[in-house]
């Protein structure tokens, strides 16, 4: 799972969930949860050197292969490509996207090379980079990589095996204690030679940690001897990847330069992809006036995530005589969950009929229609839009691996599965509200007066952490809706450090953010739902679920020993999720809504699973010119 942008978000909840700093390079290490091509036991992996890897099924492009078939080889190099990031970041003060300290700067990424990178028109698959080729033990307890003798950092040094070990021994000890969740059964990180390196794993559930560990960034050890890793800094750091920075200010922009002495750039996996040589990535303190400075032409690109600005925001000339694209890409990954999380570290959030009632009290028929335009669906399930979300009641294969647990679930996970209901779009339904005040009498919230209060007189109050007024237009008749059943709501706007401050330490009631899952969710989870990450400061585990059947069933996600065992776990575990009532859910649209100046060209195909766009489009000097003359 990752976190992405939130539709409709305010800028501050805009990180999703990828576990994430996706664009800080976090998730893009770690959740890309790809796992090694296994036949049915775990324990007896082809003990032979691969060009990728891949859980489920073969590999799509042979060892001979000569591109992406989404990135085209021939594509021009050159321009500026300048946008404001899908995490939608208002700021950073920081060159490290790999601790919990200090907000990073977007596109880190673009820095750092890993062992392998993945397929982006695969679910599961990733490719040879620094290492030429993977080795996977026949018990499956250990992966040896081959590095290329060829691989360069951005200063001429050689990419050793000690840089990879020690990148490992790093962001396992010292990293975001995410890597300490999902790496926790990668023993060790050896350099056998200069150019070889062997990753060791202990336990059963293995399938995920070839490509875990491949996917991992290869640092600097060099660099990171003289400047502290677990440390925030401005200082550019030292990477083997396509780009460096040249120029930023914290907090308003940071600029990368292709790298025209990069080792890999003719490397099959890179053929076609970093065609621009400058990537800026804009910062602006919020979305309204990111759109200003769209339409007046101070950057490029963004992805439109406000319904009522993509309606009717973009009804300028610029749009309607072609010199400004708008359009929508389908998505197809997991859209993944969105909705206003629900801290249970308090205790008037444990009764589940407590946070059942919050749910109920959220009117999406009337938001969607009066806010939305009609865009959006109801998201439902932690899996929504793929075949990982649970439908109606559980099947056999779900009952069987629900049943072992069923005097420790709720009777709810046996029959239909739990659903936000429909509401009659009026904005307050009296019935659902009607049923949510019943609940919340139940659970002991007596209403004498204005405010429900408990057996010892305490209040039941609802505080909603935001910080940005981008959001109010949701939040402000949710908090009416709790408000009649009497709960005492409030909007809690704060800085955008203090924000991440607050969220980090689950210093919240309710806050807002997005999991977006992988195509192929495996060891991630446990950061997401795991009993671990609930007491982990800084951890994606917002609701502070800590459930051993959720823990149990994250484990059989990672045993999957094929794509329908992986698919019948995650619906499982979905049902228990559910049931639980840890989030009020918001809504999902499985496109991209992209709006950019016309000068840019792109691949006939786009990648199944990925946007593509800083991957494989490309600079167009002709549209270019043509647009210059017509302004």
């Not at 969930?17 to 770690?30: E, N």
């Not at 050197?49 to 000569?66: D, E, V």
């Not at 000890?173 to 062997?198: N, Y």
């Not at 949710?478 to 709960?487: E, H, Q, S, T, W």
Request: hydrophobic share 40%; proline share 6%.
């Amino acid at each position: 799972m990752s976190t992405r942008r939130p539709l409709e978000c305010s800028s501050a909840e805009c990180p999703a969930i990828r576990g994430p700093r996706r664009s800080a390079g976090l998730w893009a290490t770690i959740v890309l949860a790809l796992g090694v091509v296994l036949p049915p036991s775990a324990h007896t992996a082809a003990a032979e050197p691969r060009h990728g890897l891949s859980i489920f099924g073969p590999l799509t492009y042979p060892s001979s292969f000569q591109h992406f078939s989404y990135a085209s080889p021939d594509a021009p190099k050159g321009g500026r490509l300048s946008l404001v990031g899908p995490a939608g970041r208002i700021t950073f003060d920081s060159f490290n996207g790999y601790i919990l300290k200090g907000d990073a700067a977007q596109g880190l990424e673009h820095l750092f090379d890993s062992l392998m990178v993945r397929a982006d028109d695969e679910p599961d698959a990733v490719y040879g980079l620094v290492a030429r080729s993977a080795d996977v033990a026949e018990d499956g307890l250990s992966v040896t990589f081959a590095l290329r003798p060829e691989a360069r950092f951005a200063d001429g040094s050689a990419v050793t095996a000690e840089d990879v070990a020690f990148s490992f021994t790093a962001l396992k000890e010292k990293g975001h204690p995410s890597f300490r969740i999902s790496l926790r059964d990668v023993e060790k990180a050896e350099a056998i030679d200069a150019h070889t390196v062997r990753y060791t794993f202990k336990g059963t559930l293995i399938r995920d940690l070839p490509i875990n560990v491949a996917t991992l960034p290869v640092l600097s050890k060099a660099f990171y001897t003289r400047h502290k890793f677990e440390e925030t800094s401005l200082i550019p750091p030292l990477g083997s990847g396509p780009y460096a920075i040249a120029d930023h200010k914290a907090g308003t922009f940071v600029l990368y330069k292709r790298r025209e002495d990069y080792w890999a750039k003719d490397l099959p996996v890179n053929r076609g992809r970093f065609n621009f040589d400058e990537i800026r990535y804009e910062y602006f303190r919020d979305r309204t006036a990111e759109l200003t400075n769209l339409k007046s032409g101070t950057f490029d690109f963004r992805e439109e995530f406000t319904s009522v600005d993509w309606a009717t925001a973009y009804d300028i000339p610029a749009v309607a005589d072609g010199r400004m694209i708008k359009e929508s890409l389908p998505d197809e990954t997991p859209s993944g969950a969105q909705g206003f999380f629900i801290n249970t570290r308090r205790d008037k959030f444990k009764d589940v009929r407590v946070r059942n009632a919050l749910g109920l009290a959220f009117d999406f028929e009337w938001t969607n229609k009066n806010l939305f335009y009609g865009l959006y669906k109801r998201t439902a399930s932690f899996f929504e839009n793929s075949a990982m979300k649970a439908e109606g009641k559980p099947p056999a294969d779900e009952l069987a691996l629900l049943e072992p647990y069923r005097d420790k679930l709720p009777p709810e996970v046996f029959g239909e599965v739990a659903s936000p209901p429909l509401s009659d779009g009026s904005g307050s339904d009296r019935r659902l509200l009607r049923e949510a005040s019943r609940l919340l009498e139940e659970a002991g919230w007596a209403q004498k007066g204005p405010v429900r209060t408990n057996a010892a007189g305490e209040p039941l109050t609802v505080e909603i952490l935001d910080f940005s007024p981008s959001f109010e237009r949701i939040i402000l008749p949710y908090i009416k809706n709790l408000r009649a059943i009497g709960v005492d709501a409030t909007l809690r706007r704060v800085d955008p450090a203090q924000y991440e401050r607050r969220v980090k330490s689950f210093d919240f009631d309710l806050t807002t953010k997005r999991y977006a899952m992988q195509l192929t969710p495996g060891v991630e989870l446990k950061s997401f739902w795991g009993s671990e990450a609930a007491k982990t400061d800084g951890s994606f585990n917002l609701a502070a679920i800590a459930d051993p059947v959720v823990d149990a069933l994250i484990e059989r996600i990672m045993a999957a020993r094929s794509r329908a065992e992986l698919e019948t776990a995650a619906r499982a575990v979905d049902r228990v999720l559910r049931a639980g009532h840890y989030w009020v859910p918001h809504w999902y649209k499985a496109s991209h809504n992209l709006a950019y100046w016309n000068r840019f060209s792109r691949p006939a195909v786009k990648p199944r699973y990925a946007r593509g766009v800083i991957d494989t489009w490309w600079y167009d000097a002709q549209k270019a010119e043509r647009l210059k003359s017509t302004r």
